[in-house]
């Protein structure tokens, strides 16, 4: 069965940009390695992520990431079992006001969030919309 999570936390405030581009770029590997599809972006001290896939290796992801000392105060946005993946592949990137930031690549987030349950697309797009308050 297909399940897919969502969640935002705040990042550790000893992580450092080093460090959390260590974090998007292992997890965007280790997610890809084992089919999961989602997004995972950081920007001001913030992670939201998607995780899409098999519902016992999301589940246990999510519990590995719950336990993750780099990040506190996980709120999750949803849980559900899902008839198919929504996203297509799996992304990790930084959304911020230097020169990483590209704004075509937040309009990609949200098309992908078109693809979401229509009833989980509303709260989404506002988290995510919120996420990246401030950075055009």
Do not use: C
Not at 72 to 83: A, E, L, R
Not at 104 to 117: E, H, M, R, S, V
């Amino acid at each position: 069965m297909k399940y897919a999570i969502s969640y935002v936390s705040t990042a550790s405030s000893n992580l450092g940009e080093e460090e959390i581009q260590k974090i998007l770029d292992y997890s965007r590997n280790w997610n890809m390695d084992h089919h999961i599809t989602g997004i995972l972006l950081y920007s001001e001290g913030n992670f939201f992520q998607v995780l899409e896939g098999e519902k016992q290796l999301v589940e246990e992801l999510f519990k590995r990431i719950k336990n993750d000392a780099r990040h506190y105060d996980i709120i999750k946005i949803f849980s559900k079992d899902i008839v198919e993946e929504r996203f297509t592949g799996y992304k990790a990137d930084f959304i911020s006001v230097d020169s990483r930031y590209r704004e075509n690549d937040l309009t990609t987030y949200l098309a992908q969030i078109d693809k979401l349950n229509p009833g989980i697309q509303t709260s989404v797009k506002y988290i995510l919309k919120n996420f990246s308050e401030g950075i055009k």
